[in-house]
């Protein structure tokens, strides 16, 4: 195996696609929302439970796709589980990429940056006003 | 059908005159690169020298617009342009160079009917009949006809094996269906459909038939004459030539009652300033300057696969494919899609258990190997399936045994980095 497929599936990143955190879905959500690339078919969908003062309490995923795109919606929603709106909001897309760790080609990226995309798009997006169109 | 009198192919040689094919991936400082292995050839193919050079001659002796001029470039660019337009009669069997029309693609060609044809002739209540396998471009430009002319797309369903479903054609092939669209060789599966039985069954209902052969004429003899399809598309840069230029088969009977589809230069005969008329075929569909280096290298492309042997690359292809059966078999924990390799040419997409398409895509990619991975612009067919996406490996003239025993070592390789906590 060469060095940068080393890197690609590494321990760390495989551990998060096999082995996910908070896959399922999130008890008593207050905002959601799911997102796809068309692309590749890969879906993300990000559940929250968010305090009043925006406090993530709880954050859940579910979705289905390759490595990358499962693996690093793992990795953001440890990441902000309990932390507060404002930095979730703030936490940007290079952010993410720093997240995951490993290099990414441009395409690549699209997969990583799925989940994140989807999470910004929960934080505005309360429980039953949520996009209801078809993605399938 | 494929006999043991053909020759076989000198694939070394072949090897040879494709520049591309000796490349070298992933190379770093710290370590060699690795060899190409290419087999996405349903999605492009790659052109061999005679094909470059045609291109390159062309600018540095011949270039000039075609049709226009008087002057001496003008007049050989013209000769060369409609030289090529005849080898691709002939490749094909057209009784009419008027018959043959260059578009930019297969999807400029399925399109140019789906436009000039249809809005000319649907009502609302006429059906379009497509098929489950059908890629996104023998299916968006019908969607698109039928909100323009109120008609409605229908899709033929396939087995759960891959084929069309025979049994069922009468019910959707009708008094209402006007046009039947369907691909000769399906772009996912590989599956080959029986074109003379549909072609049958849908005149004798009243039905025209759009054939969209990208994925057969590179790869099989083609007679549209024998066959006696109404339309039949097909893109240069799948049979060893340049992007951006495709050919649209049409019976002229069809083509002469057909509006023009582009308007604009070289598709007038006059122009006044109350209206315009047409140019004579194939003139009438080729608005604009045509893409002249692409269609003069088709040229180049078909006396290169006619050097070779339309059914020495059938046979060869076949072969490809029968092995790469056995190998995904002998992998484990591959779902191939489509049915076996007796009605099938040489594609052959598969779900590796536990790994999505894009990893096994990405892993076979750093050991040099370049495969397709996702819906391969056919999601009805996937959902239909029920796999979100799948990988693909399409072989052409070039490719070796070799080359499939490595893709299947090389899903070994996919497979221990997931099979960690089984």
Known sequence: MSPNEDELYQEHILDHYEDPFHRGKCPRPTHAHEDENPLCGDVVRIELAMESDGTIRDAYFDGDGCCISQASASMLVERIHGRPAEEVKNFSANDMLELFGAKLTPNRQKCCLLPWRALQSAMYSPVGAEDTDDKS | ?422
């Open chain 2, 1 to 422: 059908m494929l006999t043991d009198k053909v020759a076989s192919l000198d694939v070394e040689r072949i090897r040879a005159d494709f520049p591309i094919l000796a490349s070298t991936l992933h190379a770093a400082d710290d370590r060699p690169g690795v060899p190409l292995v290419y087999l996405d050839n349903a999605a492009s193919t790659q052109r061999p020298r005679q094909v470059i050079q045609s291109i390159v001659d062309t600018y540095e002796k011949h270039y000039a617009n075609v049709h226009r001029g008087i002057h001496w470039l003008s007049d050989q660019s013209t000769d060369l342009y409609e030289e090529s337009r005849n080898k691709v009669r002939a490749f094909v069997n057209a009784d009419d160079s008027g018959e043959v029309l260059f578009t930019r693609g297969t999807t400029e060609s399925i399109n140019l009917v789906a436009r000039s044809w249809c809005d000319a002739n649907l009502r609302a209540g006429d059906e379009i009949l497509l098929t489950e396998m059908e890629h996104h471009s023998n299916i968006v430009p019908w969607q698109q006809a039928a909100e323009r002319t109120g008609a409605v797309v229908r899709f033929l369903p396939i087995t759960d094996d891959g084929r069309l479903d025979l049994d069922v054609l009468d019910q959707f092939l009708t008094e209402r269906t006007r046009v039947f669209a369907v691909a000769a060789i399906s772009n996912v599966l590989g599956t080959i459909n029986p074109l003379e039985t549909l072609i049958a069954r849908a005149h004798a209902a009243g039905a025209l038939v759009l054939v969209d052969a990208a994925q057969s004429v590179p790869h099989q003899p083609t007679d549209v004459s024998a066959l006696g399809a109404d339309f039949v598309a097909f893109s240069g840069h799948k049979m060893l030539g340049p992007s951006g230029v495709g050919v649209l088969y049409a019976r002229r009977d069809l083509l002469d009652a057909m509006p023009p589809f582009l308007g604009g230069g070289s598709m007038i005969r006059k122009v006044t300033t109350s209206g315009f008329e047409p140019a004579d075929l194939p003139s009438k569909f080729e608005a604009g300057t045509p893409p002249i280096v692409s269609a003069i290298a088709l040229g180049a492309a078909i006396d290169y696969l006619q050097g070779q042997g339309m059914e020495a690359i059938q046979q060869h292809e076949h072969r490809l494919c029968v092995l790469a059966h056995e190998v995904l078999d002998s992998v484990g924990g591959v779902q191939r899609l489509g049915p076996s390799p007796g009605d099938k040419c040489g594609i052959v997409s598969f779900k590796l258990d536990r790994v999505h398409a894009h990893d096994v895509a990405q892993i076979l990619d750093r050991q040099g190997i370049a495969v397709r991975a996702g819906h391969h612009c056919a999601m009805p067919l996937h959902k239909r399936l029920r796999v979100a996406a799948s990988t693909r490996a399409s072989f052409y003239l070039y490719n070796t045994p070799h080359e499939v025993e490595q893709l299947g070592r090389a899903l070994e390789a996919a497979k221990s980095i997931f099979r960690r906590k089984s």
